[in-house]
């Protein structure tokens, strides 16, 4: 089955830097990648996604990038404010296979210091 | 539009006990999911269902049993309790369709066997 590893599993930057959290994944046929950030006792919440016809993908300060020959994603967000400070999972997924199952990454807790 | 709904929030068990957890879902969703997160760590799917009647293990299904006799609900039952299973449970769902479409979580339950 399919294997996702995220790194780095905490982070901690200044605000108004830039944050980078890193995925890869192992099955060649996936072609759906969701992050989701769960703050602290909250549901896991849709962000952005990007789907594998596609290199990247924008939203504001959000954006996704997909190397598919290396078979890794990657979660970049600019000038970080304090709201920003959560926990960041990335996962996979590839169409055909029943009922759509994410495989999600183990995760990575952004700290964003004022 | 509720989205995706969960009972109860909280629940403390002792060992041994049994217990159902509520998922009902108003979007129409064919596909629903149970996921597992242990502290400081991602989600692992326990079981899925693609549709009333049809439902399948995930990765952790031991100690879990669920139905789907309804389109919106999709109850969870624990039936003898174990600190292992000391967890937040979180219920999902998404629509079928010829892309993935994101996956839209509830709340959770926040389950403590003792």
């Known amino acids: 089955g399919e294997n996702v590893e995220q790194h780095p599993s905490t982070l901690s930057v200044q605000e108004g830097d830039s944050a980078v959290i890193k995925c890869t994944y192992s099955?060649?046929?996936?072609?759906?990648f969701p992050w989701y950030k769960q703050e602290l006792g909250k549901r896991p919440q849709l962000i952005i996604d990007?789907?594998?016809?596609?290199g990247e993908k924008k939203d504001q300060r959000i954006a996704v990038t997909l190397n598919k020959t290396a078979k890794h994603f990657s979660l970049h967000i600019t000038e970080t404010q304090p709201e920003d400070s959560a926990v960041y999972f990335c996962?996979?997924?590839?169409?055909?296979?029943?009922?759509?199952?994410?495989?999600f990454g183990g995760g990575t807790r952004l700290m964003v210091k004022p | 539009n509720a989205g995706v709904t969960q009972t109860p929030k909280f629940r403390i068990l002792k060992i041994g006990q049994s217990m159902t957890l509520q998922c009902t879902q108003d979007?129409?969703?064919?596909?629903m999911y149970w996921y597992r997160q242990d502290p400081g760590m991602g989600l692992k799917l326990i079981y899925y269902?693609?549709?009333?009647?049809?439902?399948d293990k995930g990765e952790v299904p031991n100690g879990y049993n669920v139905s789907r006799s309804t389109t919106e609900d999709f109850p969870l039952r624990l039936e003898l309790a174990a600190p292992s299973q000391t967890s937040v449970y979180f219920c999902?769902?998404?629509?079928?369709?010829?892309?993935?479409?994101?996956?839209?979580f509830g709340d959770g339950t926040r389950l403590s066997i003792l």
């Open positions: 990007i789907r594998s016809n596609v």
């Open positions: 979007m129409n969703h064919n596909y």
């Open positions: 999902a769902s998404t629509d079928r369709g010829g892309v993935i479409q994101p996956q839209h």
């Open positions: 099955d060649s046929a996936s072609n759906y």
């Open positions: 269902s693609v549709g009333a009647g049809i439902t």
């Open positions: 996962a996979a997924s590839r169409s055909g296979n029943a009922g759509n199952m994410l495989t």
